[in-house]
T-cell receptor, first 118, second 112 residues
Framework: DTGVSQDPRHKITKRGQNVTFRCDPISEHNRLYWYRQTLGQGPEFLTYFQNEAQLEKSRLLSDRFSAERPKGSFSTLEIQRTEQGDSAMYLC????????????????FGPGTRLTVT | GNSVTQMEGPVTLSEEAFLTINCTYTATGYPSLFWYVQYPGEGLQLLLKATKADDKGSNKGFEATYRKETTSFHLEKGSVQVSDSAVYFCALLRWTGNQFYFGTGTSLTVIP
């Protein structure tokens, strides 16, 4: 399977703990995106990378959140001191650079990591 | 700003009924418009897209036309099947291609 993969698929943690999620994009995609989806809502943009550079961060991404893509391949999203409000599905997506693809193009989504903070 | 307003659900239809899910948008620049589908327990899958005004996207019997004059991208299918039961998301992609803006999703259940 050459799609976007995410690990773990589910994570249950206690309030105050740190958690880290991993995303492996489609190998030829140089753009990687993180979204958060709460129950009954559509995904909301958190941040995106072009290669290893983090180019944009949403105001939803508080100081407790940090994302990295150290070698321009996989990415990690860490949440420190988790709160119950962090409970959500965290989605990763990847795409080609629009400049290379000839314009805005679809993002391919992974299955998501469902986080439950108790 | 950029936003998507989507018809609220849930929607329940009998098999072979006609489906319309309304979607309107506001956007700066020239966005591309998409419909994604999410089946239970799975990630979002692209259903169809349109990149400029008057384009029609189509796939698996679904279609939607990019209407700039009414800022709409309504999803239609002439005859739904039980297997179409899922949550449907309308989304716009900024012309810079940096991020999607999604609607809240419309849950569709098709009963035999």
């Amino acid at each position: 399977d050459t799609g976007v993969s995410q690990d773990p698929r589910h994570k249950i943690t206690k309030r105050g703990q740190n958690v880290t999620f991993r995303c492996d994009p489609i190998s030829e995609h140089n753009r990687l995106y993180w979204y958060r989806q709460t129950l009954g809502q559509g995904p909301e943009f958190l941040t995106y990378f072009q290669n290893e550079a983090q180019l944009e961060k949403s105001r939803l991404l508080s100081d407790r959140f940090s994302a990295e893509r150290p070698k321009g391949s996989f990415s990690t999203l860490e949440i420190q001191r988790t709160e119950q409000g962090d409970s959500a599905m965290y989605l990763c997506a990847s795409s080609l650079d629009p400049g290379l693809a000839g314009g805005p193009n679809e993002q391919y989504f992974g299955p998501g990591t469902r986080l439950t903070v108790t | 700003g950029n936003s998507v307003t989507q018809m609220e659900g849930p929607v329940t239809l009998s098999e072979e009924a006609f489906l319309t899910i309304n979607c309107t948008y506001t956007a700066t620049g020239y966005p591309s418009l998409f419909w994604y589908v999410q089946y239970p327990g799975e990630g979002l899958q692209l259903l169809l897209k349109a990149t400029k005004a008057d384009d029609k996207g189509s796939n698996k019997g679904f279609e939607a036309t990019y209407r700039k004059e009414t800022t709409s991208f309504h999803l239609e299918k002439g005859s739904v099947q039980v297997s179409d039961s899922a949550v449907y998301f309308c989304a716009l992609l900024r012309w810079t291609g940096n991020q999607f803006y999604f609607g809240t999703g419309t849950s569709l259940t098709v009963i035999p």
